[in-house]
């Protein structure tokens, strides 16, 4: 720990250790927010209210965390069921936005930080509090993602990022642990992965993953069954979509937590979602992360192949950029940003087409659309046949086609060849 006292603020909404009097931390149950639990009373003599948000976390136990919290002396600890929300407002529009930024990276924790901080700041509120703490470090995305969120939101509350300036490395803070009564869970001889998930995804880094040489590791996964020992059928599943969102799992209508629970545990099941990153981080870094991604790898795809049968080349092809935007900005912590909702709006438009069925196979880790059924599809199998000819498309019309739809591009080769000489 520091004893050098506290780093002059640098930005606006960054708490005077002075002013501190009431945190609400963002707690997660793991070892740097209840170390920081004890640290904030000790360091700031504050009072500490702990909020933990279920964003679909599998196997949480959420009463042993809000314990815990109390244990280490939070003068309260509350547990959000954000799930609903988190789906709803948040997943579906990655979906509608086929949300993949550095090319596979589905934005799982990226779309979590903002409802999570925007929960924050309702509850430091409504608890009296006049700072809120996070456990993010100095080094990624997600205090950008938060602190972005709780500058924009609430400019009267203040923010504290003691992982960034208590200088304890792990060991330090197992002792300090020990010292103060948190219990430290597993043996402490192999520091533990760096895990952030909930019911879009699940990421892990630290350890051998920032040896960009190292292959993956088994003990890494804890979602997706590797592929190698994914059942030997292959299993066919179609998903039906209404106006961009999936409503429906082989027929069956399913609200979105069940609906994209159910993809995760299906894509899970045949090793589908293993995602092994290098990503631009905002911050400046270049770092590589080991995504397991089970519902994104069964939804994305699926949207992505409705949204070209019902759309024009045109809108298909303009809707690349959008959605490339649309991801950066999420990644980037500007979830608040009004070109984001300027875009969601021009994606719910495009959307109200998008309705229909998927049909995807799922074998060892792959995953592969089959089947494609829409009312919306600009598709007609007798133009499209090799089989049949008159109808609307008229083959005798194609070399003049031909003939106009090259003619800038034949003028200006003849111009360069002879620039060229
Ligand atoms: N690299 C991803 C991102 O920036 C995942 C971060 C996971 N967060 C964590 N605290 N382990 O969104």
Redesign the pocket.
Known sequence: MSDQGFAPPTASYEADPEQVRRVLLLYSGGLDTSVMLKWIQERYGAEVVALSVNLGQPGEDWEVVRGKAIDLGAVDCRVVDAREEFAREYVLRAIRANALYGGG?P?F??LGRPLIAQLAVEHARETGCDTIAHG??GK???QVRIEATVATLAPELKVIAPVRSWAMGRDEEIAYAREHGIPVKGGTEVAPY???DNLWGR?S?GRWIEELDHPPEDDVFSLVTRPEEAPDEPEVLRVGFERGVPVALDGERLEPVELLRRCAEIGARHGVGIVDHI?D?IVGLK?R?IYEVPAAAVLLPAHAELERLVCTIHQNQFKGALDRQWAYLV?AGLWWEPLREDLDAYMEHVSEQVTGTIGLKLFKGGVRVVTRDSPNAIYDQALASFAESGGLFSQAASPGFIELWSLQSRMAHRLRQARRG
């Open positions: 990276y934005l924790t990226a993010c470090t990624g995305n997600d760096s895990i952030d990421s880094e990503e981080r770092v992360d990644y």
